[in-house]
């Protein structure tokens, strides 16, 4: 029935008295790329949260290349092979060696020898284009190192979708281009991901798709071209204005 | 390596004990009813009163570092549950936590010593009822440091070990448990200093630790003052050296990373 790779359909999530999300339906291709945004508090977050269920929505569906997404252990696998992810916080390990970062995941979950695993962080690291650092802990590094080190941790295990979760909002901002540049490049290769995030340039360079969230509800989705040239909502045109002004 | 940096330490506490032991001397001056010739080292029956004394040195140890090692897996075993979400498994701490903190150490001590041999039929030696008791009492007190510990670990961090597929297990041995043993390691040390100091209750079943040895010489020489006197002081010895040897541990840990 759901042919897309990513299927969501008609979730809610609560917390508490409060809904975070309000029947949200999404499809998303494999080689997709999508860009959410939209003011604080709009649901965003608990949206890509939903996916890998840091949160647990209440209500309607996820599907990732058919499975259901819950909390059984066929889910979670479909999750461990598919999804990973990056944090607005970076939430690297502070007390292990940027390698160890890199290593722990593909040698606990997916089984791999100590080489292997090392093999693969360097290859990673190269790519990003930290190889040097590896050896350094996280807070030895800056914030644009720390992102970018995140982002390979979690290439490390091999996905097919990323999600970033606002994934330069904490930087300072001349660090801001070399974690873009880096994700960007991830785009080219082929890489599904859905990223949440304000920044609007990138967003239109990078995107093949456009979501705007508002008050829990997907208000509108377009093509970048269409979504910033004629945005139909009302509250979408307000949300452009005021983001693009500066 | 170890070994030659705690001899450099050694001379600098000392120092540091030097006005202490020198002021409880100078009291001696002070009156005329101070009998030191009962530890005088310079006779042959009180060189062997001393060596008495600082023999029970061995058990005082071995009962505080033997309960102290059990009791941190214990208060571990019980921190865990206490950080479920679910209801049953933190209820289970809270019962555990509540009862084992009302009972009073020397109270629990009489009990695990008299009481247990006849509940369980089991035979029991005054040096594990001793080490039991210490035990179950201080998992107590491990258990709600542990739960602190681990509790002040960012969520990120647990999200972080989901977001690379780290089952619970994993998570907590390789992320969460580093860095929350890093954080108590101070509360731990004041856990073993209260620990050696605690043991001195154990002298009421028998052990031949510290105190026991003091009551046992008092009642043979009837010299009540220089003999606690010495105590006092071996305690504080054993427990500043404890203090400089956690620091260091402390120091060396932070080291690891610049966090």
Redesign the interface.
């Known amino acids: 029935m759901t042919k897309s790779f990513i299927s969501v359909t008609n979730v809610s999530k609560f917390f508490g008295e409060f809904q975070a999300l309000k029947n949200v339906s999404l499809d998303i291709e494999l080689g997709q790329k999508v860009v959410i945004c939209g003011p604080s508090g709009s649901g965003k977050s608990t949206l890509i949260r939903c996916l890998?269920?840091?949160e647990q929505h209440q209500s309607g569906t996820i599907a990732i290349d058919g499975v259901q997404i819950d909390s059984s252990p066929v889910a979670?696998d479909a999750?461990?092979n598919n999804?990973?992810?990056v944090?607005q916080?970076f939430?690297?390990?502070?007390?292990?060696s940027i390698l160890d970062n890199l290593t722990?995941?593909p040698m606990?979950?997916?089984g791999m020898t100590r080489e292997q695993a090392v093999e693969l962080a360097t290859y990673y690291l190269d790519r990003v284009k930290i190889p040097e650092q590896m050896d350094k802990?996280p807070?030895?590094l800056s914030g644009g190192q720390q992102q970018r080190v995140?982002i390979a941790?979690?290439l490390?295990?091999e996905p097919k979708i990323m999600l970033f979760d606002e994934p330069t909002s904490a930087l300072d901002p001349e660090m801001i281009a070399e974690v873009l540049e880096v994700i960007e490049e991830l785009a080219e290769s082929g890489m599904t991901m859905i990223c949440v995030t304000h920044e609007m340039g990138f967003a239109q360079h990078v995107a093949d798709q456009m979501v705007f969230m508002d008050h829990g509800e997907i208000v509108e989705m377009a093509p970048p071209k269409d979504f910033f040239s004629k945005p139909k909502s009302k509250r979408c045109q307000l949300f452009l204005q005021q983001i693009l002004r500066h | 390596m170890l070994i030659s940096r705690i001899g450099s330490l050694l001379p600098a506490c000392m120092r540091r004990l030097a006005p202490l032991v020198i002021a409880a001397f100078a009291l001696t001056g002070c009156t005329a009813n101070w009998g030191w010739y009962v530890v005088n080292p310079t006779t042959a029956s009180g060189q062997r009163n001393l060596w008495f004394l600082i023999d029970g040195l061995y058990y005082t140890i071995a009962l505080s570092v033997t309960a102290i090692l059990i009791s941190v897996i214990v208060g571990l075993i019980i921190a865990l549950p206490g950080l479920s979400k679910r209801r049953t498994p933190r209820a289970i701490n809270r019962v555990y936590v509540e009862l084992v903190r009302a009972v009073p150490i020397l109270v629990l001590i009489l009990w695990v010593y008299y009481g247990l041999p006849q509940v369980a039929d089991i035979s029991i030696s005054v040096f594990w009822a001793g080490v039991l008791a210490l035990a179950i009492s201080d998992s107590a007190f491990q258990a709600e440091i542990f739960r602190a510990g681990i509790q002040s670990i960012d969520r990120g961090q647990y999200e972080a070990s989901q977001s690379i597929s780290l089952n619970y297990r994993d998570t907590m041995r390789f992320v969460i448990l580093p860095q929350a043993i890093k954080r108590i390691l101070p509360a731990l040390g004041n856990q073993l200093v209260y620990m050696l100091k605690m043991s001195s209750l154990v002298s009421v079943i028998g052990m031949q630790e510290l105190t026991r040895r003091a009551n046992e010489l008092v009642v043979t020489e009837y010299r009540p003052l220089e003999i606690y006197t010495i105590l006092v002081l071996e305690y504080l010895v054993l427990i500043l050296l404890v203090s400089f040897a956690v620091r260091w541990l402390e120091n060396r840990m932070m080291a690891g990373d610049t966090r």
Not at chain 1, 91 to 96: A, D, G, I, K, Q
């Open positions: 890998n269920q840091l979670r999750l461990r999804v990973g992810m944090f916080q939430n690297l390990f502070p007390h292990l722990l995941g606990r979950a997916r802990f807070n030895q995140a941790r979690a490390c295990m």
